[in-house]
């Protein structure tokens, strides 16, 4: 018979950001544990607030089903004696609780064997589950784990209860300490009763009387709901960010909401303070109408409300408002451009100079980079000058919340200055993207100065020896180049991206060599364009001979992925056919143009005059950077390769011809280097 | 209730829990947590029970007295169990009703907070408690201090005085809180409050203090090589307290931060190995 089965662990509040994962992977790690002991189930839940998760399994096998099992024993040569059973097979079926009966000689793999069979009786399931739930529970990841008591159980924060239960019965086990029972636990202060016996048929409802809504997307919707009537109340919308949400939903056992006021004063700071304050810190929900601040915050609270939370809550946001409008008085005694001097107070980065030192390279830097982009040359440079001048205001000095706002406080105080706008934006948009799937520059200028700003911190990290390798990226160089190529790649900028890195880099030292950072810089496109949903292995060939243009190339590889996917067998020829002629210019340094004179064989002459008029095509379609052509056209010449190979014997004695020769092949090689080094592609299955 | 009052009788409850009454250190720290009895205590295997009133001294959150929440010296109330009891949190929210709050009519939080100092070499993990919003506790299950695996845990438990004396008292200003016999906050510490933010902010001699800081570090050094742990690791508090001065001087940039952080920790790192050596 089927019975429905009831795991809790209640614990001391778990972090809001760990119990989703955590939840799911306890039923996804229990569901692999009943199936792999062969336990049939109908369904199973889970469930979670800050103070436990729980698993609810319903109609579950209470044994396995017995099986008939075969057990290898001594092989047939050892197997009988005069016809008989030799001793050691009957000690082999004795050991092994086997009946003479059921012995026979099977052949296997590995040669011919005594084989016994027996019934295997289904084990319980409540014994299996007392076996293996603490294991299954340590299986449980969280970002972070602690030790709390003598066992040394790792878990994210201290088992304090633990509910087993199948059908009436409790299945009694003891982990971190705990011994398992049937009797759960109410919401911390407002449930009386002590003892709180369920099953797995009440347990949500027992709880719900006990102020817990252990369901967690109940609680979500109920505070939604909550949230978006405070805010009508007031005739406004609340903002309602999806991540605040849920670390609210499981912040609380038992939903309630308020509204808390604020004096109109403070929304004189800049909006983002403001709200910075409110989700952030306090996770309160900010209220909006017609795109303005109210001077309201709905706040979503663990118990019934009542008067004194409120005015406690709002106190609280006043004293963070105070340290806001605190830094923001004091802020606005010194303009931005006198901050310009100040930069020289701040380090750049240790043995690197300081942020003045850094912004005057990126001056430096927009002069050469002006050659390849065109933008507003002075906005640009204003922009530069201002870019950092927010760091050594005290709202961003703060080293808590406001610090996250670095950008847009500058963006605010620049406009409240009076700086021009598109100067201003600069400031704060120079810093996007921040993280992967943030905003992007929207603005040429903001774009440039990102891509000023990005490249010589990636340089500096390079230079101090702080290069990414496997886990390791101290100076966060790696999100750097992913924002750089995103924007390049959004812009369509074409930069020489090798040349200026060199510059970049000789700006803090005459002994540069950029090709460390270059090759760097490959591997993150390949990374970028992977995200595109293109093989890596076809970027690193495109980008092995061209990082000018990184627009055109990610059309190169998209154009080569969707050809290969059409004509996979023709694509293995032609990287195959790339190879050969890579591997065989090994070694071949001369720079020599073939001579028509030379040539002997009709094939070669063929390939030749073929490769001089394809050269030609080709420079149309670079300058028109269309890919579809030149990879057509390259495509065009591969018979003409083929057939060079299968007529003509390059490695011959002659040196003159075999010179001359391999000038053909490097000629036609050069052809195909225009569209990328396809000899480094991997093909499957060898070659 | 007054603050002193409420201090009594926190006092008076942690000794009916067990901890033997501290005392507040002799030099200035940072937070409770430098005290011998809480770095040295949550060392070793020896069970350990202590609660004691701590000055905490950080210059950089000074406002020259102008933000009623927000000042450069607080007192903190610091409890250390070692091992920690498995109705800790009960026992806690005792010590808030034991106060005088009343804990239904208010909401009360533990929300995540992975605790650490990283000048100390120590972290834990743990919840800021909140009251109506406001943090009145932070409350951690220490994992490591001064780089070396607890065993047996302790769970450090720092109430913020101020803060708590002002709720229980109703009054939204430290100025007005009355720490006792009719004497207020604002009669003992608005002054130095004031100074002390001056100081820290425009006064302190940067020169003398990154002197002072190079040669506490030396002494700690010297110190360690003959065996004398407890002085040493003085000098590892009073190097923490001078960074933190000229970090509020704005005297270290960002970037030069994480240095310093990195030596007074080496230093913690070094305190904490003698001690451990010494006990093994």
């Known amino acids: 018979m089927a019975k429905n089965a009831l795991i809790e662990i209640g614990t001391e509040e778990l972090p809001a950001s760990y119990v989703e994962e955590a939840s799911s992977s306890f039923s996804a790690i229990f569901k692999n544990f009943l199936e792999t002991n062969l336990l049939h189930f109908s369904s199973i839940d889970y469930y979670y607030t800050p103070r436990r998760i729980a698993l609810i399994i319903k109609g579950l096998q209470e044994k396995q089903k017995d099986r008939i099992i075969e057990i290898k024993g001594p092989p047939e040569k050892f197997a009988k004696i005069d016809g008989k059973w030799s001793k050691q097979v009957l000690a082999f079926a004795h050991s092994r609780g086997i009946l003479i009966k059921d012995l026979s000689i099977k052949k296997s793999k590995k040669g011919s064997f005594v084989f016994g069979k027996k019934i295997e009786k289904g084990r319980k399931t409540k014994d299996l589950i007392k076996k293996s739930l603490e294991e299954i529970i340590k299986k449980i990841p969280f970002p972070r784990y602690m030790r709390w008591e003598k066992t040394g159980f790792n878990f994210a924060r201290p088992i304090r209860w633990l509910v087993v239960i199948m059908g009436k019965e409790v299945i009694s086990v003891s982990i971190a300490g705990v011994k398992s029972g049937k009797f759960t636990r109410g919401h911390s202060f407002l449930s009386t009763r002590k003892k709180l016996e369920v099953t797995p048929e009440n347990y949500t409802k027992i709880l719900e009387k006990e102020y817990v809504i252990v369901d967690q997307h109940k609680r979500k919707s109920t505070i939604e709901k909550m949230i978006k009537k405070e805010a009508s109340n007031l005739g406004g919308k609340a903002l309602i960010p999806n991540d605040l949400l849920l670390e609210v939903t499981n912040l609380v056992e038992y939903p309630r909401s308020i509204t808390g006021k604020l004096s109109e004063d403070f929304l004189s700071l800049p909006p983002d303070v403001v709200m910075t304050a409110m989700e952030s810190h306090q996770r309160y929900f900010p209220i909006q109408k017609n795109n303005r601040l109210l001077p309201y915050f709905i706040a979503i609270i663990n118990t019934k409300p009542n008067k004194k939370i409120i005015k406690g809550n709002e106190g609280v946001l006043v004293s963070r408002l105070d340290d806001a409008k605190f830094y923001f008085e004091e802020d606005r005694k010194i303009s931005l451009k006198e901050r310009f001097n100040k930069l020289d107070e701040i380090t750049f980065q240790e043995g690197l100079g300081t942020m003045k030192d850094k912004v005057n390279r990126m001056l430096e830097l927009a002069s050469e980079l002006k050659k390849y982009i065109g933008f507003k040359n002075y906005v640009v440079r204003e922009g530069i000058k201002l870019s950092k001048t927010d760091l050594t205001t005290l709202m961003i000095r703060d080293g808590k919340e406001f610090t996250n706002l670095e950008g847009k406080i500058g963006y605010y105080y620049a406009v409240d200055e009076g700086i021009p706008n598109d100067i201003a934006m600069v400031i704060y948009e120079h810093y996007l993207p921040r993280f992967s799937g943030d905003n992007l520059p929207k603005t040429i200028e903001g774009a440039v100065v990102g891509i000023l700003d990005r490249l010589d911190s990636i340089v500096a990290s390079f230079i101090r020896g702080f290069k990414p390798t496997g886990s390791k990226d101290p100076m966060g160089v790696r999100r750097l180049a992913n924002g750089l190529i995103e924007i390049v790649l959004k812009f369509k900028f074409s930069i020489p991206l090798e040349k200026i890195l060199n510059y970049a880099g000789k700006l803090f030292t005459k002994n540069f060599d950029s090709s460390e950072v270059a090759e760097f810089f490959k591997d993150r496109i390949a990374r970028v364009f992977e995200t595109n949903g293109i093989p890596y292995d076809i970027v690193r060939a495109i980008v092995a001979v061209d990082i000018s243009d990184l627009s055109f190339s990610l059309e190169k590889a998209r154009v080569l992925k969707e050809w290969k996917e059409q004509n996979i067998d023709e694509y293995k020829r032609l990287i195959i056919g790339q190879k050969r002629v890579a591997n065989i210019l090994k070694g071949f340094s001369k720079k020599s143009f073939p001579q028509v004179e030379l040539f002997i064989e009709k094939t070669e002459k063929d390939l030749f005059a073929k490769t001089v008029d394809l050269e030609k095509k080709l420079q149309t379609f670079l300058k028109e950077k269309n890919s579809r052509k030149i990879l057509t056209n390259l495509l065009s010449l591969i018979p003409t390769i083929d057939k060079f190979f299968d007529d003509v014997l390059v490695m011959t004695d002659d040196k003159k011809i075999r010179e001359n020769r391999l000038s053909l092949l490097k000629y036609v090689r050069e052809q195909f280097l225009k569209y990328g080094d396809l000899s480094l592609i991997v093909i499957e299955g060898g070659e | ?280």
Not at chain 2, 20 to 37: M, Q, W
Not at chain 2, 72 to 86: A, R
Not at chain 2, 162 to 170: A, K, N, P, Q
Not at chain 2, 234 to 257: C, M, Q, T, W, Y
């Open chain 2, 1 to 280: 209730m007054s603050f002193q009052d409420t201090l009594i009788k926190l006092e008076n409850f942690w000794k009916q829990k067990g901890c033997i009454i501290g005392l507040p250190y002799t030099s200035e720290v940072g937070a409770g947590t430098f005290n011998p009895h809480t770095f040295f205590g949550a060392l070793g295997k020896r069970h350990y029970r202590v609660a004691y009133i701590e000055t905490s001294k950080r210059p950089k959150d000074g406002r020259y007295a102008k933000n009623p929440n927000r000042f450069q010296e607080f007192h903190q109330y610091q409890v250390l169990l070692k091992p920690p009891p498995s109705e800790i949190q009960n026992i806690y929210i005792n010590s808030l009703r034991n106060l005088g709050i009343e804990i239904k009519k208010h909401d009360v939080r533990f929300v995540q907070d992975d605790w650490e100092s990283p000048t100390l070499g120590a972290w834990g993990l743990g919840w800021e408690v909140w009251l109506d919003g406001m943090e009145i506790t932070q409350f951690t299950y220490f994992q490591q201090v001064g780089g070396i695996d607890l065993n047996p845990i302790s769970v450090e438990l720092t109430y913020g005085l101020e803060r708590i004396s002002m709720l229980i008292d109703g009054v939204d200003s430290i100025f007005e809180l009355e720490w006792g016999n009719g004497i207020y906050w604002k009669d003992i510490y608005l002054d130095p409050e004031y100074q002390w933010c001056v100081y820290n902010f425009e006064e302190a001699d940067i020169d003398f203090l990154f002197n002072i800081f190079n040669k506490y570090e030396k002494e700690v050094k010297r110190l360690l090589e003959r065996a004398l742990i407890f002085p040493a690791y003085d000098f590892v508090i009073k190097s923490s307290h001078i960074f933190n001065v000229l970090d509020a001087r704005g005297a270290i940039s960002v970037k030069e931060r994480g240095n310093y952080i990195l030596r007074i920790r080496k230093m913690a790192k070094k305190v904490a190995e003698a001690w451990q050596k010494m006990h093994s």
